[in-house]
């Protein structure tokens, strides 16, 4: 049975999304209109008896002091429900399909889930369909990860609200591709783009002349492999060439002309950023690690280090703001819990570079206008540190209208401490043996969050892939984090380090 659960404000408690949300439409579209209510929808796939339902109601979904369980339609002109497309993660739901099954003290079955979604009742009676469907494209809803459903009062009144639950109902065995590179440049290009690899012409002639090279054919022979490489090989080489995990930017030969001056530089990270950092460790026994492990660790004390990583997560943030920010915290969270044998992570730090919120171009490069991009943006930050029970102490913004044409800048930052020395050995040193068992702990993840790596090496365009942009889950990283610190603190594991952009590719290899 599928059930649907529409919790609302009670009447004398003001809607403080609903007026908020008519604020936005303004100020974005410059659309009027005179209120708007919303409501939050939990779509229950689930066998579950009258009594269930209503303990699940009464108990899990409503807050009785400012909220009751809808019971029928108020005035309105124009009805919108936005929700997940299917297979992409809703932390919500799984949270509350977890809480269902603790609350009834009974296991749910694996095909039984919950669904969330957010529904916009808007009164305007001079709104046409055009202008209601550009408020729910250009600002309530996102293409690449949601569902948007429009109707008229009167469709709701003649045919009800008939949303289809976004259940995942194509299985696919899994399969191994293999691909024959003994092709024309211009294929070799093709196959790049067609696997969202972001790989050069340059980078695929080196995999296809690798894999041809006699005495790797032979090597491979007597391994059991394949002359051709899989699909998993060349992801895993994607991955790890990728501008996220290699930074060829910062990596490449560089040829520098200064007026009458010219320079080759080998790599900007190591000829600079590293070297400068690496001769100032000579002067200040405080830092203790920098550029070795996932965060740099510095010392606070006798008896305790502080651990801290600030990284960027621009490409996402582009294309779906609020998922690519909340992403970028929670991601390096993980940073600090896992430098050395892992960090308590103890506050967040951010800088955000937009394009100026009054741009007036009509043909903006990006997907969505730069007010839109901060306002996801600051949400997704702000949401991501709240609940995973991280405060942000301390931020900043700058605005540049070049940054309408271009990626934004959004650096998200962590710090966590961590004893000096743990069950006698330095907390900050990763050892790894032969024969060590590997185990991977965190949250399931759906089909957002493909190719993340890789796609962070593409310009960005309008044919980005809609499955680029992870959508963090801190709920479950929350509870991660405090399991894996019990964990340190009775020796139960050697080190830690996290998945990254390129999953197990990236840590185990």
């Not at 899990?60 to 108020?74: A, G």
């Not at 703001?321 to 991601?331: E, F, K, L, N, Q």
């Not at 103890?346 to 009054?358: A, D, I, L």
């Not at 593409?458 to 964990?487: C, N, Y």
Request: aromatic share 8%.
């Amino acid at each position: 049975m599928v059930y649907r659960i529409e919790v609302e404000f009670k009447p004398n408690i003001v809607d403080t999304l609903g007026e908020r949300t008519k604020t936005d439409i303004y100020n974005f579209l410059g659309i009027k209109v005179d209120h708007v209510k919303t409501r939050r929808v939990y779509t229950l796939d689930m066998e579950l008896n009258l009594e269930e339902l209503k303990k699940v109601k009464r108990e899990l979904f409503v807050d009785p002091i400012i909220e009751e369980v809808s019971s029928q339609l108020p005035s309105f002109n124009w009805f919108m429900e936005v929700g997940y497309k299917p297979g992409v993660t809703d932390n919500v739901g799984k949270t509350a399909r977890k809480a269902i099954q603790n609350l009834l003290k009974r296991k749910v079955r694996e095909k039984e889930k919950v669904y969330t979604s957010i529904q916009y009742l808007i009164k305007s009676a001079k709104l046409s369909l055009i202008e209601i469907e550009r408020i729910g494209k250009e600002l309530l809803s996102n293409e690449i990860i949601e569902n948007l459903t429009v109707l008229s009062y009167r469709e709701v009144l003649e045919k009800g609200i008939n949303i289809r639950t976004p259940i995942v109902l194509w299985k696919q065995e899994p399969q191994v591709k293999e691909y024959d590179l003994r092709v024309s440049d211009e294929e070799l290009i093709q196959i790049s783009r067609r696997g969202v690899l972001a790989l050069t012409l340059d980078e695929m002639k080196i995999i296809k002349n690798y894999f041809f090279d006699k005495e790797i054919t032979e090597q491979r022979k007597r391994e059991g492999l394949s002359r051709n490489p899989t699909d998993v090989e060349l992801e895993t080489l994607a991955q790890t060439w990728s501008e996220h995990c290699k930074h060829k930017i910062f990596n490449a030969l560089i040829h520098y002309r200064d007026g009458d001056k010219e320079e080759e530089i080998d790599s900007l990270f190591q000829s600079y950023i590293r070297k400068c950092t690496e001769e100032i460790m000579k002067d200040f026994s405080w830092l203790v690690s920098i550029f070795v492990y996932n965060a740099g660790v510095i010392k606070l004390n006798d008896t305790l280090n502080i651990v801290a990583k600030v990284e960027t997560h621009n490409a996402p943030s582009a294309i779906e703001p609020y998922g690519g920010a909340m992403t970028g915290i929670v991601g390096v969270n993980r940073d600090p819990l896992g430098t050395g044998i892992g960090a308590k992570l103890m506050f967040n730090v951010f800088t955000y570079c937009f394009g100026s919120p009054f741009y007036k171009s009509k043909n903006l490069t990006q997907f969505l206008h730069p007010r839109r991009i901060r306002e996801g943006v600051h949400r997704g930050i702000i949401d991501g540190g709240n609940q995973s029970g991280i405060p942000l102490v301390i931020g900043r913004e700058i605005f540049d209208k070049r940054f309408g044409e271009a990626k934004p800048l959004v650096y998200c930052g962590t710090f966590g401490i961590m004893p000096k020395e743990k069950n006698g050995l330095p907390s900050h040193i990763k050892t790894v043996n032969p024969s060590d068992l590997i185990v991977m702990v965190g949250g399931r993840i759906g089909k957002d969050g493909i190719h993340g790596a890789t796609f962070s090496s593409e310009e960005l365009h309008r044919g980005s892939p809609v499955q680029a942009v992870q959508i963090g889950d801190p709920i479950t990283q929350k509870m991660m984090s405090e399991f894996l610190l019990e964990a340190r603190d009775l020796g139960m594991y050697r080190c830690i380090t996290d998945n990254g952009a390129g999953g197990l590719a990236s840590s185990i290899g």
